[in-house]
Nanobody, 121 residues
Framework: QVQLVESGGGLVQPGGSLRLSCAASGSIFSINVLAWYRQAPGNQREFVARIINGGSTTYRDSVKGRFTISRDNAKNTVYLQMNSLRPEDTAVYCC???????????????WGQGTQVTVSS
């Protein structure tokens, strides 16, 4: 079992910044992928950003240049620095992790409960 716990959400004015954190714990030998997704009311969950084991990152087009994903391997934690926030960034942000329990085990996918981000004046 792997647990993901997000923190850092809240209410911010347009143009403001927030930093989300997601700490992974449990049966973890290695973490292959850490990512952030979001879901706004009435919308499907959508990909926001991903960072793989080697450090390579990928972003959805609408957040490029504004959001930065990073990871602390020693703490099994992923961060999402969000700058120049817009009302359309309002959503529940969920953390995703792809892990291995041992060097020979299959990849295991886990989701966090999510943290609310609201961008409003």
């Amino acid at each position: 079992q792997v647990q993901l716990v997000e923190s850092g959400g809240g209410l911010v004015q347009p143009g403001g910044s927030l930093r989300l954190s997601c700490a992974a714990s449990g049966s973890i030998f290695s973490i292959n992928v850490l990512a952030w997704y979001r879901q706004a009311p009435g919308n499907q969950r959508e990909f926001v950003a991903r960072i793989i084991n080697g450090g390579s990152t990928t972003y959805r087009d609408s957040v490029k240049g504004r959001f930065t994903i990073s990871r602390d391997n020693a703490k099994n934690t992923v961060y999402l620095q969000m700058n120049s926030l817009r009302p359309e960034d309002t959503a529940v942000y969920c953390c995703y992790a792809e892990t291995r329990q041992s060097s020979r085990s299959a990849l295991f996918s886990s989701w966090g409960q999510g943290t609310q981000v609201t961008v409003s004046s």
